[in-house]
């Protein structure tokens, strides 16, 4: 199986290139104003054009006005709507697109209730549980993943070249989300990182296939 990988937090026409030449089976825009990686939707619409086709484009939001998603989604080709806060099953629904629901993991968070909750969204995205909502690079504790959690998994939170081979072994993910990880500085991708995170994704697979 081939384990899908979003790179996430671009912000440079350099890094979407990078992005999409390593492989990349998404790209994330961060349209949350207190991020070091937000983009305002017109940047992010000047950046989508250089995103081939099959190549999904993914907006993350937190909390932000259901007005402020629509304007954005009317500016920038959106394939995937990410909602990384404390939305309600029914906003996220609201906007009659596909969505991802971001778990943010710590012990106690009922992730199987949370999944029934969101039986509608293409995806759970299981990130770790940090003030400030996201992209801190911290890594959760995989062991609170329940066994046999519906519907597709992306697997994100501090995920390196160094730790994402374990973690798809361990996991199984459909898809692993990328951001700190592959980072020379916030909002700024390291090249490099992200070529070698897309190679120990792809060796991942192979060892699982090969059994
Ligand atoms: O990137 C941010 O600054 C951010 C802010 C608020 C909510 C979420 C945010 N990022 C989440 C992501 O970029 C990813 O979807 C992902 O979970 C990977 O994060 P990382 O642990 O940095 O690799």
Known sequence: MKTRIKICGLTREADVDAA?????????????PPSPRYVAPARAAELARRVPPFVDIVGLFVNAPAGEVAATCAQVPINLLQFHGDEAPDYCRSFARPWLRAARVRPGLDLVEFARSHSDARGLLLDAFVDGYGGGGHVFDWTLIPPGLPGFLVLSGGLTVDNVGDAIARVRPDAVDVSSGVEAGKGIKDHD?????????????????EG
């Open 193 to 209: 990182k992200i070529a070698a995170f897309v190679a120990a994704v792809r060796a991942a697979d192979a060892a699982i296939s």
């Open 20 to 32: 999409v030449a390593a492989g990349a089976d998404a790209i994330g825009f961060v349209f949350y």
